[in-house]
């Protein structure tokens, strides 16, 4: 069965560096999204991306986070400058369409450590 | 603020009982409703979803129960099994999205199922 791949499996960075989380959905979805989860608390939306561009995004998503699909594979997540809490288990998801009933298929994600 | 609640964080069941797991909403915009399955070290995979104009929705050993008044839902696993065992996780998306975008979680419960 297909699948969503996300590389690094674990990531540890120090507090200020810049990280690229990387993801490949599968390959004849459109819509990708990021969602994170800090240990013990919920899986929180982040960001969604259709058409080379953000159709959504929560407000955890501030300017110290972009998205880009530098080719028809990738989807990546970059950090600008990493903060302690954004400590987390990152999840990328992609899904065929957007209609409301669609399901989201996620990766194993990558558990990102600031120090 | 936690729109999705899920109150149990565990459960224990033996193998070839009933488990239910229960989540609670309180967005009135939510239409649509999922369950998702997480083992560790694995991203969440979807198990089964419900729209908000039916009441229960059945695939082999899973059923979903949505009670709109309440503001409730449960998902049913009958007979469980030791492979059951994983934490799971109800989302819901909202109507005032209407794409795929954006699930808002509970918190999870963690399920046990003892031989």
């Known amino acids: 069965e297909p699948e969503v791949t996300q590389t690094p499996s674990h990531q540890v960075t120090q507090m200020g560096q810049e990280v690229i989380l990387r993801c490949v959905p599968i390959s004849n979805h459109l819509y990708f999204y990021w969602y994170r989860q800090i240990l013990g608390q919920k899986v929180e939306f982040l960001v969604s991306?259709?058409?080379?561009?953000?159709?959504?995004k929560s407000e955890i998503f501030d300017d110290q986070f972009s998205v880009e699909r530098p080719d028809g594979s990738n989807f990546t997540l970059k950090i600008r400058s990493t903060k302690l809490e954004d400590s987390a288990m990152y999840f990328c998801a992609s899904s065929i369409g957007q209609a409301s009933n669609e399901k989201l298929f996620f990766g194993s994600g990558t558990q990102l450590s600031v120090l | 603020d936690q729109q999705v609640k899920q109150n149990s964080p565990s459960l224990s069941v033996q193998e070839g009982r009933i488990s239910i797991l229960n989540c609670d909403y309180t967005n009135s915009m939510f239409d649509y409703f999922l369950w998702y399955k997480k083992y560790p070290a694995e991203g969440p995979t979807f198990l089964i979803s419900i729209s908000s104009i039916k009441d229960k929705n059945e695939d082999g050993r899973f059923t979903v129960f949505l009670n709109k008044s309440a503001k409730h839902l449960s998902l049913h696993i009958v007979p469980s099994q030791p492979g059951d065992s994983a934490v799971y996780f109800c989302a819901a998306r909202s109507l005032d999205t209407g794409t795929a975008s954006k699930l808002t979680f509970g918190t999870g419960t963690r399920l046990q199922v003892t031989l």
């Open positions: 991306f259709y058409n080379n561009e953000i159709s959504e």
